[in-house]
């Protein structure tokens, strides 16, 4: 499960309840989220789909506990285009 709270307009804390629980900050700035999800779901919605991304493809207690979204494209470059595509749905 993926609980996504709003700390203010570009902060959020994410908690990923698995076998182990795992608590995260992430930065969202408005030009990647824009970019991202063109204002179609919210910036809740993106993370939560960001976070499904990532916990398809490593364990939530990999996933950096402090981080801005952008960083994900680093690690993984077709983040961008999933998440797009997904948004588009």
Known sequence: MIEVIKINDH??????????????????????YITLAEGKISKEELIRRSFEFLLERESNTMIFRE???????????????VIKEAVKK
């Open 11 to 32: 902060e959020f804390e994410v908690t990923v309840s698995a076998s182990t629980q795992t608590k995260h900050k992430v930065t969202l700035n408005e030009k990647y």
């Open 67 to 81: 981080f801005e979204l952008p960083v994900i494209s680093r690690y993984f470059p077709e983040y961008e285009s």
